[in-house]
């Protein structure tokens, strides 16, 4: 039977709740045991704390990184109560046995995401911590480990009306969230590490992350889910504050992700930006002169595939454009920031979600990481921007400067779109785009045949596709689907270029009359 928690040993960075938690401890009859400045503020609220160095006989050296180390206290954290041999060692020694260990870490992962020196990241690397915590929840049938103030009042909640005795159900539940804990702590530090020395892929690779929110399910209702933040990164939908609408779903949260990655790409761009994405597929992106021009040359390229998609927004929401959106059942809004008046509006739709990222980047850099049958798949991000490559025009004809724009507009697209990826554009609007199809060629042919669907429903004489340029993720492995671009009424490509059979797709758009411009960049993504 477990004993009653007669210790406490309480050492933490972030104070939230400490005081109140200590006193409810105090109140139990629990002695409590600490270090530095956790001693110090408990010491402040009056309540009665042996330091550490009097538990150890030895005083905190080495500007506090050696205080706990020592078998006074580790013994008294893995010392099994039920083990003759463990409590002899324990008597002969003196050890006191320490019921409840409450720690959090040195903020690691906060001291890299302001960009401290490396010295001062050093310095919060946390030894002692991790050590207790990983020996408080090894022993975890005789003791409680908590490492998140969010289980203080669980915890004391359980000791009280327990006999000063915690269930072994929550005892068995912190030990692995104090595990999990310690693990991303350590991944952090291991891909800091990586990063500074330049060893981004060693021999062994660890990840880990904050659970924001548990989802109802994940992809399907079928599957569990959840969602973490990465250690130490504060940017994107996992920087997002939701401010009204229905809990987000694992869908809600991929697609809002893609549709803000695509986003990034005209985060410096003159005018305001806007990308509609439905299954992890742009399915209408626009630049225009504010927010409400560039949905409405967005929504253009393909209304049906709109409905029930999420809309990312360059720049601040308002009323217009909140107003314009609302018409339509979207399931997501992100955007920089929201005036008053639009967030009155989109209110009016309890369930549309609006999130605000209040400044934070859209996008950022680091290891894209995909799970495969008994592995992982570790990769730097796509962060090549078409603003660094080197165009080069491969055909008779150069473009025109309206063509050439368009031309850079669709392949920033194309980039985000899933492979293979086809991309129409013209005049800063997707007009027709044709996603993850096996043949290039089909890519094509469903861009430029969406795009007669909405032509005709907009009650236009001909299909806006004519006169625009069209973007290919990769290069055209034969001319089939560069022709098929060409009778869709393209006058100009953007493509990677590579190919065997690069020469006769050249000659293929000089026949046509079409410009053509390498970027000897690709963009798979799939």
Not at 115 to 124: L, Y
Not at 177 to 196: C, E, L, N, V
Not at 303 to 320: E, H, Q, W
């Amino acid at each position: 039977m477990t004993e009653p928690v007669r210790r406490a040993l309480l050492s933490v960075s972030d104070k939230t709740g400490l005081i109140s938690f200590a006193t409810r401890l105090v109140s139990l009859g629990i002695e409590l045991i600490s270090t530095g400045g956790t001693a110090r503020a408990l010491t402040e609220a009056g309540l009665p704390v042996i330091e550490v160095s009097s538990v150890t006989g030895f005083p905190e050296i080495m500007d506090g990184r050696v205080k706990t180390l020592h078998p006074a206290i580790h013994g008294g954290l893995l010392g099994v109560r039920a083990n003759a041999d463990h409590n002899a060692a324990i008597s002969e020694h003196g050890i006191s046995p320490i019921g409840l260990l409450v720690v959090n870490l040195y903020p690691f992962e906060a001291t890299v995401a302001r960009g401290a020196s490396w010295e001062d990241t050093i310095e919060n690397i946390d030894v002692g911590g991790p050590a207790m915590i990983r020996a408080a929840a090894k022993n975890h049938d005789d003791v409680t480990v908590i490492i998140d103030p969010d289980d203080y009042e669980l915890v004391a909640g359980e000791l009280a009306s327990g006999g000063n005795v915690t269930t072994l159900k929550t005892r068995r539940n912190l030990a692995a969230k104090a595990f999990a804990r310690t693990a991303s702590y350590d991944a952090a530090i291991s891909q800091w590490f990586g990063t500074q020395s330049g060893e981004t892929f060693g021999s062994y690779f660890a990840t880990g992350g904050r659970r924001l929110q548990g989802l109802r399910y994940g992809e399907n209702p079928h599957q569990q889910g959840a969602f973490y933040a990465t250690p130490g990164q504060s940017f994107g939908i996992a920087a997002a504050r939701q401010i009204q609408g229905k809990e987000l779903s694992y869908n809600n949260i991929n697609d809002t992700d893609a549709a803000l990655e695509c986003l990034s790409e005209f985060g410096n761009s003159e005018g305001a930006a806007c990308v509609i994405v439905k299954h992890a597929n742009p399915c209408g992106v626009a630049v225009g002169h504010n927010a409400v021009d560039a949905y409405r040359k967005a929504l253009a390229c393909d209304p049906v595939s709109a409905f029930g998609g999420i809309i990312a927004l360059s720049r601040p929401l308002d009323a217009d454009t909140a107003g314009e959106i609302t018409e339509l059942f979207t399931e997501v809004i992100i955007a920089p920031y929201a005036d008053e008046k639009a967030v009155e509006i989109v209110a009016r739709k309890k369930n549309l979600r609006l999130l605000l990222l209040d400044g934070k980047p859209m996008s950022g850099t680091g290891l894209a990481v995909k799970s495969v049958g008994g592995g992982l798949l570790v990769q730097t991000r796509d962060a090549m921007s078409i603003d660094g490559m080197d165009l080069r025009v491969v055909t008779k004809r150069q473009p025109t400067p309206a063509e050439l724009a368009d031309l850079r507009f669709a392949f920033r697209v194309a980039k985000h779109v899933k492979s293979n990826a086809i991309v129409y554009a013209k005049d800063g609007a997707t007009v027709g785009i044709g996603a993850g199809q096996m043949s290039r060629v089909d890519s094509a042919r469903i861009a430029a045949r969406k795009n007669e669907d909405v032509s005709r429903e907009a009650g236009l004489a001909h299909p806006s596709i004519r006169g625009s340029v069209v973007a290919s993720d990769a290069f055209f492995p034969f001319p089939d689907g560069l022709l098929q671009a060409a009778e869709a009424g393209a006058t100009a490509v953007i493509q990677p270029g590579g190919s065997m059979k690069d020469a006769d797709v050249i000659r293929a758009a000089d026949e046509k009359g079409l410009a053509m411009v390498f970027t000897g960049i690709r963009h798979f993504r799939h």
